[in-house]
């Protein structure tokens, strides 16, 4: 194990046997997971005869994988590296994967899901262990606190349901944060046009960027940001946070229509 890697592993059969069920309830699905270990959870989704594609960046982890875990397994694949690093290239061959799962490092949880998203990578269900801070954001509620970029950048495409907790004593080393199991189950259809992607992503880091500031305050760099903001029928003094996604997604047809002029 390495240290700068932030790895917990869950080391409790029943927790682990829950979230295999999560993953594919009796189906046989393309899986991709991140950051496999030396491969318990691995074996359980190859067991039910899903194909796994395996991103691990730890080197000696890697060997036991490959060498000695699943080296006559056919459905297994092993991408060896930093998963931010080599994801594109797998998503750019093959296409999104039916099912995105991980006990994701609490160091970098949220930057995955994220880029993974932002590239418009959307299989149709993803199931993470997070620190529950994080899920929390993934799952929250127009103008709550924890209501965000990543909320919105989540449920545009995703509905999140927070199933479990799991305390400390489940992994090794135990973390010093709770820890929550989300599923996303993508929706029948994207909230924002596949035109309007790019726009709506830029919108939503703005409002946040700083989120003691007026709307108006953090679109400063949009040329008649208040006014596009009336057009859209929103009180440009409000805040991030109290706004609906379907503000946003209105906001954003308003200011993508500075780009075609």
């Known amino acids: 194990m390495s240290k700068k890697f932030g790895q917990n592993f869950l080391i409790d059969r029943h927790a ?13 699905l393309r899986i991709w997971e991140i950051g496999p270990g ?9 067991a039910g005869g899903s194909p796994v594609t395996a991103f691990e960046i730890d080197h000696g982890f890697c060997r036991i994988l490959r060498e000695q875990a699943f080296a006559d397994e056919k459905g297994f694949r092993l991408v060896e590296g930093d998963f931010l690093k080599t994801w594109e290239e797998i998503f750019n061959c093959d296409g999104a994967p039916d099912v995105l799962f991980s006990n994701l490092p609490y160091n970098v949880g949220s930057v995955c899901i994220a880029k993974v998203l932002e590239a418009g990578c959307l299989p149709e269900k993803m199931v993470f262990t997070l620190q529950t801070e994080v899920a929390q954001r993934l799952a929250a509620s127009q103008g709550s606190k924890d209501w965000s970029s990543l909320s919105m950048l989540v449920q545009a495409d995703y509905l999140p349901r927070i199933c479990f907790s799991l305390s400390g004593s489940c992994f090794y080393p135990p973390p010093a944060v709770s820890s929550s199991v989300i599923a996303l189950e993508r929706r029948p259809r994207s909230l924002v046009p596949k035109d309007l992607r790019p726009v709506f992503i830029k919108t939503i880091r703005m409002i946040f960027s700083q989120k003691r500031k007026t709307l108006k305050n953090n679109l400063i760099q949009i040329e008649g940001a208040e006014d596009k903001l009336i057009n859209a029928g929103i009180n440009p003094l409000l805040r991030a946070e109290s706004l609906s996604l379907d503000q946003v997604i209105r906001l954003s ?9």
């Open 16 to 28: 682990r046997e829950r979230l295999s069920q999560l993953v594919y309830p009796n189906e046989k």
């Open 38 to 46: 030396i491969g318990a959870l691995t074996e359980r989704l190859l």
């Open 253 to 261: 047809v308003e200011i993508q229509k500075t780009g075609r002029q």
